[in-house]
């Protein structure tokens, strides 16, 4: 096992920084903690709450937390344009990342990296540490989080695609909803504006923000000298749908798993083994922003990752909805 003594630096407090913060405090391995001051109100880097509610429920689990804590709500059904099942819930982010890193002290000062034995690079799209990714691909975001008037239906969950992106509006709490937009090649808050009114209930707040749509295998190095990279920094996003939160999780459990079994020269090698599926979806996404057309075989590629998102249309239906997505 790890010493517990080895001096261990965490760069970035969102989902990643945080969940890896508590896997290591669970472990006895101390943790020096580091991030910016953030101006948003949830006091986080936001993007859209939802998430594949029974992996939400194991990864919980795995650190002693009670997921009904955080789960506003869960969906049997969701709006992609068309109804389909889905096993979604939306849930309390801000609240999940304080209980992950409860105990810590955050330190908003540069970090040394010479000074610490390990150093994660979890700082998400900024990648602030490791060597600049080759032929980045960054989606711009838009998102409110608001508070509905009394005759709207703030039931209605919903992910519908865009040319090259998507627009989401995601129940929370009663008579709250969180509502945004992600688009590679426009203005997102163009298309947000064109599919939901914002005037029609008080925002409570916004933020603009970026995601790194790629896999991990487009963003090497994964571990440069004694930095290591975690979550988005590395491409743990799903870049058909953007959902992050999950692989973000899975690739801090990996981590942890190297770390306290002296095999962290194996890391690297086990997070392109376990993300092949990733690279699917950016090859999709490659297709879209091809404007070559979207073929049969393209949906087939990536509907395992969809359905690992939480979400179950058809066939079919998956290739509608994609050739919406292309590229124009």
Not at 9 to 32: F, K, P, Q, T, W
Not at 203 to 218: F, Q, T
Request: proline share 5%; aromatic share 10%.
């Amino acid at each position: 096992m790890s010493s517990p003594h080895i001096k261990v630096a965490i760069v970035g407090m969102g989902v990643a920084g945080s969940y890896l913060y508590r896997l290591l405090s669970l472990n006895r391995i101390e943790a020096d903690c580091f991030d910016i001051k953030r101006n948003e109100a949830c006091g986080c880097s936001s993007c859209a709450w939802g998430v594949e509610e029974k992996a939400f429920v194991k990864v919980c689990g795995y650190v002693g937390l009670n997921p009904n804590k955080y789960i506003y709500r869960s969906f049997n059904f969701i709006d992609i344009g068309v109804e389909c099942k889905a096993s979604l819930c939306t849930i309390n982010k801000p609240k999940f990342l304080r209980d992950l890193r409860k105990g810590a002290f955050i330190n908003f000062t540069p970090v040394d990296v010479e000074d610490y034995d390990i150093v994660i690079d979890a700082t998400g799209v900024d990648r602030a540490l490791l060597p600049p990714v080759k032929n980045d691909r960054i989606i711009n975001t838009i998102q409110y989080k608001m508070k509905t008037n009394d005759n709207y239906n703030d039931n209605q969950f919903i992910i519908e695609p865009a040319p090259v992106g998507y627009w989401w509006h995601f129940p929370l709490s009663p008579g709250h909803i969180h509502v945004g937009c992600g688009n590679l090649i426009t203005d997102p808050k163009k298309i947000l504006t064109t599919k939901f009114n914002l005037h029609k209930h008080k925002i409570i707040c916004s933020c603009d923000g970026k995601e790194r749509l790629l896999s991990p295998l487009r963003c090497l190095p994964i571990a440069y000298e004694n930095i290591y990279g975690i979550g988005e920094s590395i491409g743990c996003t799903m870049a058909g749908c953007g959902a992050g939160i999950i692989p973000s999780i899975e690739c801090a459990i990996i981590f942890t798993e190297c770390l306290i079994n002296n095999k962290l020269d194996q890391y690297e090698k086990r997070v392109l083994r376990h993300f092949r599926y990733l690279e699917r979806d950016a090859k999709f996404l490659d297709r879209l922003m091809s404007g070559e057309g979207v073929r049969f075989r393209d949906a087939v590629m990536v509907y395992p990752n969809v359905r690992r998102a939480g979400i179950r249309p058809g066939i079919k239906q998956l290739l509608r909805l994609a050739r919406i997505a292309q590229k124009r």
